[in-house]
């Protein structure tokens, strides 16, 4: 590592200098690899991949605290039993019930307001919730190999973009800040939002149903509804990012696809067949295919900015 050094948190290796190369190949004019500026485009997945998923997705833990907060209001949520478990912060429950139960309790705290109302409580909930085992906010727990990648690629006039199965506006509230990724490209699940006037004013109501899933094969979907242009570069960690990293790296010229294998127990999880995050198809694809795999504990000397120099 040199006192020049973009990626300072990556250990010398393999893996890093797959992206070292990739970069300087797709920006050396004149090269056989060279794209140009407007075509340099990066997709990033977010959980996971850009912040920790576990003990259970940050949005979710969103959902439960907004459940126990509007309980008192809904004293018929106790004969409910999945929001009976969703209240008692049980996932193991409220994920036995699929993505339509984990759709249920989303809408219900998720809808029912303005736009801008839904972005003060997450702005609000994001300022003060703490994770479960490291004690700080969850925009702490923020993967800072991920961010030093995010800003080496923009110094070289990538256009880096979110790509997730999260709700596109609660990621929009801090993915600014956090990543450097403005509201704009930003693409995530999003529900049906309604223009109204109320009392002469103009506004979008959140209605509680599904407008959008962005996930699995919904990725490329999404990308290309957003973007218009098939992405050189893509960065996931899960079978959810397996159709996202298959469209990218298809495309002609020179391609890159990542995945984060979370490897480190001690200083973040270790996991593979969680049903949060499970690679299990993508990792054998990526051998396959010749992505570049992250081993968490040996490729990063740093996993948050957080923890101590090594």
């Given at each position: 590592m040199t006192c020049n050094d973009p990626l300072p948190s990556w250990n010398r290796g393999s893996t890093k200098e797959s992206i070292l190369e990739f970069v300087r190949?797709?920006?050396?004019?004149?090269?056989?690899?060279f794209v140009r500026p407007e075509e340099r485009i990066a997709v990033f997945d977010n959980d996971g991949t850009l912040w920790s998923e576990q003990p259970f997705y940050f949005q979710l833990a969103f959902v439960f605290d907004r459940m126990k907060a509007l309980a008192p209001a809904h004293p018929e949520w106790k004969d409910n039993p999945l929001f009976t478990a969703a209240l008692a912060g049980d996932m193991k429950t409220v994920a036995a019930g699929g993505a339509k139960g984990l759709l249920e309790v989303a809408m219900i705290t998720?809808?029912?307001?303005?736009?801008?109302?839904?972005?003060?409580?997450?702005?609000?909930?994001?300022?003060?919730?703490?994770?479960?085992?490291?004690?700080?906010?969850?925009t702490d727990v923020i993967f800072q190999p991920m961010v030093e990648l995010l800003a080496y690629l923009r110094a070289?006039?990538?256009?880096?973009?979110?790509?997730?199965?999260?709700?596109?506006?609660f990621m929009r509230v801090f993915a600014e800040k956090v990543y450097g990724i403005p509201p704009e490209q930003v693409i995530?699940?999003?529900i049906v939002t309604k223009f109204e006037m109320v009392d002469g004013v103009p506004m979008l109501?959140?209605?509680p149903e599904l407008d959008f899933m962005d996930d699995t094969v919904g990725k490329p979907v999404g990308i290309n509804r957003h973007?218009?242009?098939?992405?050189i570069a893509a960065f996931g960690n899960s079978d959810g990012d397996l159709q996202m990293l298959q469209w990218t790296t298809a495309g002609k010229g020179s391609r890159f696809g990542l995945l984060v294998h979370h490897t480190d127990a001690v200083r973040e999880y270790a996991y593979d067949t969680s049903p949060l995050g499970k690679l299990e198809v993508a990792?054998?694809?990526?051998?396959?295919?010749g992505w570049t795999v992250v081993d968490m504990k040996n490729d990063w000397n740093r996993v948050f900015a957080f923890d101590a120099d090594e």
């Open positions: 190949g797709v920006t050396t004019a004149g090269g056989p690899d998720h809808a029912g307001m303005t736009t801008e109302e839904f972005a003060k409580i997450a702005a609000d909930w994001i300022a003060g919730a703490k994770h479960p085992k490291f004690a700080c906010c969850y070289n006039l990538f256009k880096t973009f979110i790509v997730s199965g999260g709700g596109v506006e995530g699940s999003s109501m959140r209605l973007i218009g242009r098939r992405p990792l054998t694809e990526a051998a396959a295919r």
